[in-house]
């Protein structure tokens, strides 16, 4: 699996900008969009904040084809707002809702195409401390994460080979057939895991 | 497995195994998301909820539900493991947002009610605990959400239900009959190290992770 | 010094130790028995991997029930598939791992992986993805991520057993030139030449401990002696690795 995740490397404000002060512009921002709903401002600073996000896009050089790209799955749910607050007599609301959406997408794009997975795994591992009164143990948050990234290849590989398995002896891939072989076989390869991790003193 | 079921004996904390079975089960999650993706309308449909429904049928409450947690943390800091390669925070945020949050209540659903329910993991016992935790909890969570953008309860959960009802209906039954089968070729110890008390008593575990 | 006195494990209730009692000071030691024979349970007590149901073992004086943790610290241990040893997403972060409790600066960590990466050949793949290197070189990270913990004994449960016979050659020579002690489970017979002591295991008791000639002979002929009996329903059952 790529680590870059979706990841574009940059050297723009927003690049070097730590993650936690992106997460809490985000956050500040669809608040405030939020709150400003129901008011008269609502209806400048929304549009304005979905325009900004976008323009921000092709300026931090991520190019306009992304935001495009996240806006898409978006378009029937936008068509089912419109339609149905236009039908319950308040088009003015659909349209505020959509841009709502529409802006409170782009901004937390703009936070993920920016901000690397590791220095985003980071900020969750430190966001974990204060839980440590409560047996969260900070440390192995992180550990888990990594081992996550590695296991999704080896996931992976062991579909394909019960895939070949099945195949090697002439039976079509049923998943029937495959589906719980597979995930014992996950679950010995955790054991073998655990126990390599313990041989290294990592628990 | 073969402990006898004596009061006194407790599991507490998580070992190192346990970190490997909620990574493992994480990774599963997200390769569930790649080759059976069936984009449809507003709400992809994708194995992923099998997954969701799987993890905590086979691990526990515990150990099922961190490995949710696990998977929407990775997918929340920008690797694209959700279905169309999406990730990020937008997926979080947009209108079936609130469905990825009740994984995580669905999960726990699942994994407390088979735990306290079944002491042999039984196929139509879990179906019917799919239903409540995987589809239940999880609408309970995610349409509401959806409300907030679509102005209507009762239009969401039309939606919702019209949506992805049949195909979480058949993942429930898959769901069942795949830890059916894993527990009976391969039962997973429960989480945590065996403590063995003077008395027996019923203080609840404190997960640790 | 790695002392065992009378070891006894069972899984449910299926004994896998019976009563072994060994002092193990060599620097080289190999260890070889049949499928099944208790030889893997066996190592897993010298780390206490595995407690033993009854017994100790004792590592450098201390027991691996007490202090599971030192004896770890004093023995590392590699497995014989790499891939479920390798935990970490990138070659350096795994060898990293294992140096996390130590309490190094983060230089202090970086130049020791260097150094161990070097070693073992693995200097250029350092960023790469651990699940994309080839069969050899994974076991040879993950012999990497052990050694740079800087054990005094080394226990190889079947080191070279799935890989090609180029790299089983590669990692056999790495592991004679280890200056660490070495206790060796193998299947591969040749391996054993010039070790100070083999030991022959069998239904979870010692049946032979002498040098590697003799060792191999007596194991030659005890599953000479059990081939026949045995075949061709009686494929002996494996010792099911849970523990």
Known sequence: MNVLGLFVPGRSVLHRLPAGAKLLGLLALVTVLVALDDHRAGLIATPAAALACLCAYPATGLGLRRPLRLLLPLLPFLAVIALFQTLTGDPWAALRVCLLLVAAVLAAGLVTFTTRVSAMLDLFERLARPLAPAGVRPDRVALVLALTVRSVPMVAAAWQESRDACAARGLPAWPHLTVVPVIVGMIRTAEAMGEAMTARGVD | ?209 | MIELRDVSHAYGDRPVLRGISLDLAEHRIGIIGANGSGKSTLARTLNGLVVPDSGTVRVDGRDTRRDPRAARRRVGFVFSDASTQILMPTVAEDVALGLRRVGLTADETRSRVDAVLDRHGLLDHRDHPAHLLSGGQKQMLALASVLVTEPDVLVCDEPTTLLDMHNARVIERTLRALPQRLVLLTHQLDMLQGFDRVLVIDAGRVVFDGAPDAAIAHYTALMDARAPSTEPSGLREGPGERS
């Open chain 2, 1 to 209: 497995m073969a402990e006898s079921p004596a009061q006194a004996v407790r599991y507490r904390g998580l070992t190192a195994r346990d970190l490997a079975l909620v990574a493992v089960f994480a990774a599963l999650l997200a390769a569930l998301s790649m080759p059976f993706a069936i984009p449809v309308g507003p709400v992809p449909i994708t194995l992923q909820t099998l997954g969701v429904m799987l993890a905590p049928a086979i691990l526990g409450a515990k150990r099922g539900t961190l490995s949710i947690l696990t998977f929407l943390a990775l997918t929340l800091a920008g690797l694209p493991l959700l279905p169309g390669g999406r990730g990020g925070i937008e997926p979080f945020l947009g209108p079936t947002g609130g469905y990825l949050l009740g994984w995580v209540v669905g999960a726990l659903v699942i994994g407390v009610l088979t735990q306290t329910l079944m002491r042999r993991y039984r196929f139509w016992g879990g179906f019917l605990i799919n239903i409540v935790g995987g589809i239940g909890a999880i609408y309970l969570v995610g349409v509401p959400w959806s409300a907030l953008y679509l102005g209507d309860t009762l239009l969401a959960g039309f939606i919702g239900a019209g949506v992805f009802l049949p195909g979480d209906l058949l993942k429930a039954v898959l769901a069942a009959a795949i830890a059916a089968a894993v527990h009976r070729a391969y039962p997973v110890p429960p989480a945590g190290r065996r403590v063995v008390k003077e008395q027996p008593d019923a203080e609840s575990e404190r997960p640790r992770a």
